[in-house]
């Protein structure tokens, strides 16, 4: 996939010409990646692990009135501490209701530390300044895997006045260096696996037999297996058998050249085309013109005559109608690819806008070869 940009007058004009006369510009040869690059291993992912906790020591930026479940919390925390309070009492301008994220690796072990995200849940203006207190963090499970606690690293703020409020990226969001400490593992035997799965990030038969061939290749045995179109299986060698760490480092080294569907992806938003390498044209004729109306209201004021009626100064409409249409000739285009069509038509001086209109309407005429996706 390549973004397109538009390049200088001297290569617009040797683009037309090669565009006009039907020449396709060679394609450039694929690069190649490595598995590891494309795929991702079974037994490696991470896990999220998610808190809910108070965020302390805030300077009048906490919570507001209105935030019961801080006051709740907060209420809660105290009394398991052995401290009786009146929650109608309870202020919480300095404390914030906050939810804590992590990913825990499947290496992970007990006594490991992990990164924390802490987002506001509460009507906080800020948590500059503030400190997590222990906020226990839970897998899918329900259960607790890590501990969460320490001051937070903000990387914005907010200052407001009586007319006027600054403010520098999001206030409310911070992290927590190493701010976990992971309690338990999640039990996994990683080196008791007597097969390894590839999960493929292309959906692609031919990517997909492309990582077989090259790993029955590389090993000199019929190791590896398709399931379906982005999963492959790989059964380990009797001499990595309790030891797969040199072989899946073998494994995603391997060098292929990915392949994947013609695709064309179009965002409206911004007017930018993305174009797939392997899109191709049919034979047909394209035109694409503006037509421009444009509206102008121009009242006049009539003063009457002398001795006549009415006496008073009168307002005339006059309403002035500009209609006009480009002409824009057919241009015959065979077996090109489609970032000739575009760097051809940018030489004519159509807009981004023009491209997506074109791109829709080759594909609804059966003479673009891709998929046209539009986010």
Wanted: proline fraction near 5%; aromatic fraction near 4%; charge should be neutral.
């Amino acid at each position: 996939m390549s973004f397109l940009t538009i390049p200088s007058r001297a290569a617009l004009l040797a683009m037309t010409l090669s565009l006009l006369i039907g020449v396709a510009l060679p394609d450039r040869a694929q690069a190649m990646v490595r598995i590891k690059d494309i795929a991702t291993f079974s037994g490696t992912r991470s896990n999220q692990l998610v808190g809910y906790g108070l965020v302390v020591g805030l300077s009048g930026t906490g919570d507001r009135r209105g935030a019961e479940f801080t006051i709740q919390s907060m209420s809660n925390m105290l009394e398991r501490m052995g401290v009786r309070v009146d929650r109608a009492k309870l202020r919480v301008r300095n404390v914030a209701a906050v939810m804590v994220t992590a990913q825990m690796p499947v290496s992970a072990r007990a006594g490991s530390s992990l990164d924390v995200s802490v987002a506001s849940v509460g009507d906080a203006s800020s948590l500059l300044g503030g400190v997590l207190l222990m906020t226990p963090m839970r897998g899918v499970d329900g259960e607790i895997y890590a501990l969460a606690q320490g001051p937070l690293i903000i990387g914005g703020f907010s200052v407001a006045g009586d007319a006027a409020q600054v403010q520098v990226n999001i206030p409310t969001v911070g992290l927590i260096p190493n701010g976990a400490t992971v309690e338990r593992s999640v039990p996994f035997a990683f080196n008791q696996q007597e097969n390894v799965v590839l999960h493929l990030q292309t959906n692609d038969f031919s990517t997909a037999m492309q990582v077989v061939n090259k790993i029955n290749r590389n090993f000199g045995s019929s190791l590896a297996r398709a399931k379906d179109i982005s999963t492959v299986e790989v059964s380990v060698p009797d001499l990595y058998q309790g030891n797969l760490v040199p072989f899946i480092a073998a494994l995603e080294n391997l060098p292929i050249t990915p392949d994947d569907r013609a695709r064309v992806v179009v965002d409206e938003k911004t007017g930018t085309v993305v174009v797939g390498q392997n899109v191709r044209l049919s034979k047909v004729a394209v035109t694409h013109g503006h037509l421009h109306i444009v509206v102008l209201e121009r009242p006049e004021v009539v003063m009457p005559l002398p001795f006549t009626l009415p006496e008073e100064p009168v307002v005339v409409p006059r309403t002035e109608v500009v209609i006009r249409e480009e002409d824009h000739r057919l241009t015959l285009l065979e077996g090109a690819t489609l970032q000739d069509l575009i760097h051809g038509l940018n030489a004519l001086g159509a807009t981004p806008r023009d491209l997506i209109s074109i791109l829709r309407t080759l594909k609804a005429a059966g003479a673009l070869h891709a998929d046209v996706e539009v986010i």
